[in-house]
Structure formats: structure tokens, C-alpha cells
């Protein structure tokens, strides 16, 4: 892991991350996914119905290279739980199959009924 005190784009992702129980770190918005994974993760959450904050990286080049080193993960979408870096697209895909995503976030008391 790189030094993130003297980086503030690192900064900013660990309050981002600190202060939402879950961001997804994605390209374009929620409302209008910019990329064929994003889009599939949002609709992965919103069919779960998870509460989430969609972090568009296109606005930002600093915030897309450096949500790439903060997470040491390459692509994009990016999904953190409860501050844990949970994975990009296939991950999350492969998760809400096993049924492995919807346990995780009714662990965390984050899926309304759970």
C-alpha cells in the first residue's frame, strides 16, 4: 500500500468509503452507468435494494487512477462494504449468484427485512 497521508485523492476515498456503509466506486452515475460493468453492479444492488453511493471516477482522473492504487485492484467498478474492498464487476456478480452478496449484506444489517 502506498503512503496515503500525502496523497489526498487517498484522502478522500477513505472518508468517502468511512462515511457510507456502501460505495461503489463506478463510471457514470447510478442513474446512468457509463460502462457495461458498472451497470451491471448497480442493477446487482438496486435488485437487492441496497442503499448505496455511486462515485462516478470519469469526473476525475486523479479519483479514477487513484481508486486503482488505493484498492491495489485494476478495473472499475470498485464495491466497498462497511469500509472493505469487496470487489470489481465479476466479483460482485459471482457473489449475488452463490447468494455469498446478500448474506454479506444482511450481516451487516444493511438489507431492509433481513
Given at each position: 500500500?502506498?503512503?496515503?497521508?500525502?496523497?489526498?485523492?487517498?484522502?478522500?476515498?477513505?472518508?468517502?468509503?468511512?462515511?457510507?456503509?456502501?460505495?461503489?466506486?463506478?463510471?457514470?452515475?447510478p442513474?446512468?452507468?457509463?460502462c457495461?460493468?458498472?451497470?451491471?453492479?448497480?442493477?446487482?444492488?438496486?435488485h437487492?435494494?441496497?442503499d448505496?453511493?455511486?462515485?462516478?471516477?470519469?469526473?476525475?482522473?486523479a479519483?479514477?487512477?487513484?481508486?486503482?492504487?488505493?484498492?491495489?485492484?485494476?478495473?472499475?467498478?470498485?464495491?466497498?462494504?462497511?469500509?472493505?474492498?469487496?470487489?470489481?464487476?465479476?466479483?460482485?456478480?459471482?457473489?449475488?449468484?452463490?447468494?455469498?452478496?446478500?448474506?454479506?449484506?444482511?450481516?451487516?444489517?444493511?438489507?431492509?427485512?433481513a
Amino acid at each position: 500500500m502506498t503512503d496515503t497521508a500525502a496523497d489526498p485523492v487517498h484522502d478522500w476515498i477513505a472518508k468517502s468509503v468511512a462515511e457510507h456503509p456502501v460505495v461503489l466506486f463506478m463510471k457514470g452515475v447510478p442513474e446512468q452507468p457509463q460502462c457495461g460493468f458498472s451497470a451491471v453492479t448497480v442493477q446487482i444492488l438496486d435488485h437487492l435494494g441496497v442503499d448505496f453511493v455511486g462515485v462516478n471516477v470519469l469526473q476525475s482522473d486523479a479519483l479514477r487512477e487513484g481508486i486503482k492504487t488505493y484498492s491495489d485492484w485494476p478495473t472499475i467498478p470498485q464495491l466497498y462494504v462497511k469500509g472493505e474492498f469487496v470487489g470489481g464487476c465479476d466479483i460482485v456478480r459471482e457473489m449475488f449468484q452463490s447468494g455469498e452478496l446478500k448474506s454479506l449484506f444482511e450481516e451487516q444489517g444493511l438489507l431492509e427485512g433481513a
